[in-house]
């Protein structure tokens, strides 16, 4: 069974920054897609940022310019570097990966969510 762990999140001031990162472990043969979500309270999970294998990535426009999504292949582990942070990017952050196993069969799995807080 493959699993996924976030780790990072934190308290911080408005203006500051912090580093998520995402360890996938387990079966795996091939990641495809690895991304970052977030759900604050009251509101839907939302795709943050997303990045596919070939190195191509994509953001939602409230993130755009402040958040780098970067990955090491080796380690089969995902970053989000949050700068320039601000009160409403408080949330619990996801990390979703998929792929294949040893096993030939396909993966999707969730982490458990690390929380951010801005204060402002």
């Known amino acids: 069974q493959v699993q996924v762990v976030e780790s990072g999140g934190g308290l911080v001031q408005a203006g500051g920054s912090l580093r998520l990162s995402c360890a996938a472990s387990?079966?795996?043969?091939?990641?495809?897609?690895m991304n970052w979500h977030r759900q604050s309270p009251g509101k839907q999970r939302e795709l943050v940022a997303a990045l596919t294998p070939s190195g191509s990535t994509s953001y939602v426009d409230s993130v755009k310019g402040r958040f780098t999504i970067s990955r090491d292949n080796a380690k089969n582990t995902l970053y989000l570097q949050m700068d320039s942070l601000k009160a409403e990017d408080t949330a619990v952050y996801y990390c979703?990966?998929?792929?294949?196993?040893?096993?030939?069969?396909?993966?999707?799995?969730w982490g458990q969510g690390t929380q951010v807080t801005v204060s402002s």
């Open positions: 387990g079966p795996i043969a091939k990641i495809n897609a």
């Open positions: 979703y990966v998929n792929g294949r196993t040893t096993r030939f069969t396909n993966f999707d799995s």
